[in-house]
């Protein structure tokens, strides 16, 4: 993300890293697969699903949680064999 007040920068950072940091720390701690498939598709109000969002910002750090993965491969492994994309 781009700000637009430098002075902001670090203190930016410092707080992208903290939500970075608790955001891994909740999906590592949620055990049931079904209950994180949830949390990860909620919507925002701009219709946007937390995973959508993790993407569109390259949170990658989150999306490199072992359960997250698995969640987005069976989603998009279920998606190709049903519509063959």
């Known amino acids: 993300m781009k700000i637009k007040f430098p002075i902001y920068t670090a203190l930016f950072n410092k707080v992208l890293k903290s939500y970075l940091k608790a955001g891994k ?3 590592q701690k949620i055990k049931d ?4 498939k949830y949390h990860i ?3 925002d109000l701009r219709n946007r699903t ?7 910002n ?3 750090e989150i999306l490199s949680v072992e359960d997250i993965g698995t969640i987005i491969s069976k989603e998009w492994n279920g998606k190709t064999l049903l ?3």
Not at 33 to 36: H, Q
Not at 50 to 56: G, S
């Open 25 to 27: 720390l909740f999906a």
């Open 33 to 36: 697969e079904s209950v994180l």
């Open 41 to 43: 598709s909620v919507k």
């Open 50 to 56: 937390c995973l959508q969002i993790m993407a569109q």
């Open 58 to 60: 390259s949170l990658y």
């Open 83 to 85: 519509y063959g994309n």
